[in-house]
């Protein structure tokens, strides 16, 4: 048992560790990578679900094609096994794989070797796999739940209620309902502790309304900066040197495919503007009725 455990920590050791780089860039920490399809080849699972649909289509037909060569590679390996196909000719055998791949039945060529005939099964069995395997993967894709959700580009701190207040926006582009919304707030910055370490803290901030029973138009978000919250006694230059992040996570229940579905933001120290208004887009009509105009929906005002 000690001498398993040695050698799996020896592995280990030997086996080169991924280096994560951060930068700071508007007031964001980015981590380099994060969630890029090609940051997934050990997990081809996830780099299938990541990349774009042009690079699905690409990876599919690039597998099939190697496939099939493979295939028709072990055909030309028991000479002449195909009735009807050209002793050692590559393209005939390569498209007798296809044909017995896809499952599309023989028309002139069929095998007339027990070694063809068992390469047969050995590739009927990988087509049928395959195409369940590539069938899953587009239905994941296909099916995936998203959120079609804006916030505003900006947050601002400004008076409410005679109150310092944090404010950001958000609405939903789909104009369909989100049930039983959810948002959540937090606060990320640098801090030393009385040892001298240095962490990166995260803070939750309460809201005015954390959540709501339908999400369907927009959604403005409130955090009142009192003596309990983390803002307290903070300024622009305090945000910027502690690299201040502020980390928007919303959740709820698509209506319309019952589905939970996710939207997320992110406001860098440099994206939270100070004494400054949102400008209002809820508008009333001259017949009386209210509309909303998203044309300024990140549009701000400095305080008079």
């Known amino acids: 048992m000690k001498f398993q455990l040695k050698r799996l920590a020896r592995k280990q050791r030997q086996r080169p560790q991924p280096i994560i780089h951060l930068k700071y860039h508007n ?3 980015e981590i380099m990578g994060l969630g890029v399809w090609h940051s997934y080849w050990r997990d081809p699972y996830h ?25 028709a590679l072990a055909y030309l390996l028991g000479g002449d096994c195909i009735t009807n ?40 069995i990988v087509g049928v796999m395959g195409i369940a395997v590539m069938t899953g993967l587009a239905f994941a894709r296909f099916s995936r739940p998203t959120a079609r959700v804006i916030f505003s580009r900006v947050a601002v701190i400004v008076p409410y209620d005679g109150a310092p ?26 801090e030393v502790t009385a040892e001298g370490d240095f962490m990166r803290r995260i803070y939750d901030l309460k809201l005015l ?27 622009p230059e305090s945000l910027s040197q502690t690299n201040c992040v502020l980390m928007v996570s919303l959740s709820g229940i698509d209506e319309t495919v019952a589905q939970i579905v996710h939207a997320r933001h992110s406001y860098g120290s440099n994206e939270i503007l100070w004494n400054h208004r949102f400008v209002d887009i809820l508008h009333h009509a001259s017949n009386g009725h209210r509309y909303i105009d998203y044309n300024h929906f990140h549009d701000v005002l400095p305080l008079e």
């Open 27 to 29: 007031g964001n920490v």
């Open 47 to 71: 780099l299938l679900l990541t990349v774009s649909w042009s690079g699905f289509v690409l990876l599919i037909c690039a597998f099939y094609v190697i496939i099939n060569t493979l295939f």
């Open 85 to 124: 196909a050209r002793p050692g000719s590559f393209v005939d055998a390569f498209f007798f794989s296809v044909q017995t791949l896809a499952s599309i039945g023989y028309g002139a060529m069929y095998p007339k070797t027990t070694y063809a005939n068992i390469i047969v099964t050995v590739e009927a």
């Open 165 to 190: 207040t944090l404010m950001f926006r958000t609405a939903n582009q789909r104009r369909n309902l989100i049930l039983e919304a959810q948002m959540r707030v937090y606060l990320m910055r640098d």
């Open 209 to 235: 309304r954390q959540q709501t029973p339908g999400f369907t138009l927009t959604w403005s978000v409130m955090h009142v900066i009192d003596q309990s919250s983390p803002l307290y006694g903070m300024t």
